[in-house]
């Protein structure tokens, strides 16, 4: 058995899904992973993929042709999900993702590659992406801007899965002509875009934070009017907790302007 270790990103699998179907072991003979073992197996050979960013660009290029934007769209969000690290083993996100492109480019239609869900490792990357879907789809509606001092706007989130590229995405069809910053500061990554220029993902370690910390006077100015306004349009009688935290949950409200005035209190 070959396994091949790749990173855990989009690029990183697409270019181990490169390197092992250029490897000519046999699709059987194969496992890709994200995670270097904790002990190494008898008669398994292992080997480290380095990102290719080509590699994975021809990836994408024969997964879109083949597939279509849809499905392609699937694979990407499951690439993107949180590794499952609990006791239940599950499939290696990457190897499910490496095993349904084969089975993909087998099919007489590779779109409908994720309509055989009896098929473990495709079952596995449906419910990969919908987990990613599911929180990114939370996240177009529950993130919030706040303009700092130097004009930017600023957006900080803290997501179970690696968000950025859709976010990123979304906001810069949405918001052209601003520069934007958002931050997932569990992974120190953030999307950055200059106005009237395309997105990027960018490593955040040595940035400043305190200069994250300063916002307009503006931009605090309309916090208190919103957060009077919510407030004040608040029923006493007919406040619900529960409700509230299973439409909004808990995890995404340290991030809400709102809610870190209450807290405050």
């Given at each position: 058995m070959y396994i091949f270790i790749c990173e855990d990103s989009i690029d990183g699998?697409?270019?181990g899904v490169y390197d092992a179907w250029a490897s000519r072991y046999g699709h059987t003979n194969i496992s890709l992973t994200t995670k270097f073992p904790d002990n190494y197996s008898l008669f398994c050979e292992y080997i480290t993929v380095e990102t290719d960013y080509e590699k994975s660009a021809k990836v994408a290029r024969t997964l879109q042709n083949r597939m279509g934007e849809e499905t392609y769209s699937e694979l990407c969000q499951a690439a993107c999900a949180l590794e499952y690290?609990?006791?239940?083993?599950m499939l290696d996100k990457a190897d499910a993702i490496y095993k349904t492109i084969v089975l993909a480019l087998s099919l007489p239609d590779s779109s409908k590659v994720l309509h055989y869900l009896g098929e473990p490792y495709v079952n596995r990357v449906f419910q990969l992406s919908r987990c990613m879907g599911n929180e990114a789809?939370?996240?177009?509606?529950?993130?919030?801007?706040?303009?700092?001092?130097?004009?930017?706007?600023l957006a900080r989130i803290h997501p179970k899965n690696n968000v950025l590229a859709f976010l990123g995405e979304h906001f810069s069809d949405r918001l052209p002509l601003e520069n934007f910053m958002i931050y997932d500061e569990t992974r120190r990554l953030a999307v950055l875009h200059p106005r009237g220029h395309n997105f990027f993902i960018t490593d955040t370690h040595g940035l400043d934070l305190e200069a994250l910390k300063h916002l307009s006077p503006k931009e605090l100015e309309y916090q208190?009017?919103?957060?009077?306004?919510?407030?004040?349009?608040?029923?006493?009688?007919?406040?619900?907790?529960?409700?509230?935290?299973?439409n909004l949950p808990k995890r995404f409200q340290k991030d809400i302007i709102e809610f870190q005035r209450q807290n405050r209190r």
């Open positions: 699998i697409f270019s690290t609990g006791r239940k083993k789809h939370h996240l177009l509606g529950f993130l919030r801007f706040q303009e700092l001092e130097n004009g930017v706007l208190k009017l919103w957060c009077r306004f919510f407030d004040s349009i608040a029923v006493e009688a007919r406040v619900n907790p529960k409700l509230q935290n299973q």
